[in-house]
């Protein structure tokens, strides 16, 4: 199994900024993308980033410009510098990783447990 932990979500006024992490750890034998989803209340869940493991970077429309995902894999991590947060940006955002593990060949989405990040005055 692989699991998977966020941090750095909390409360944070409209033009500012937060930093979450995810972190993987387990039976990992590889993770390919990661990426990072959310989800507000009353609305489906949603993509906002992902990054492929050589880097390759892709966004929701509606955070170009002001997020950015990265990710260090020595250490099984990816990440999301948010800046300019709105108060839309208000979710659950969710850490996603595509891997697999040593014991078994099939490759597997695996889910953080969600963090919340609230924009508001």
């Known amino acids: 199994q692989v699991q998977l932990v966020e941090s750095g979500g909390g409360l944070v006024q409209p033009g500012g900024s937060l930093r979450l992490s995810c972190a993987a750890s387990?039976?990992?034998?590889?993770?390919?993308?990661m990426g990072w989803y959310r989800q507000a209340p009353g609305k489906q869940r949603e993509l906002v980033a992902t990054?492929?493991?050589?880097?390759?970077?892709n966004y929701a429309d509606s955070v170009k410009g002001r997020f950015t995902i990265s990710r260090d894999n020595a250490k099984n991590t990816v990440y999301l510098q948010m800046n300019s947060l709105k108060p839309e940006d208000t979710a659950v955002y969710y850490c996603?990783?595509?891997?697999?593990?040593?014991?078994?060949?099939?490759?597997?989405?695996?889910w953080g447990q969600g963090t919340q990040v609230t924009v508001s005055s």
């Open positions: 387990g039976s990992i034998f590889s993770i390919n993308d």
């Open positions: 996603n990783a595509e891997g697999s593990v040593w014991y078994e060949a099939p490759i597997h989405d695996y």
């Open positions: 990054i492929t493991s050589g880097g390759s970077t």
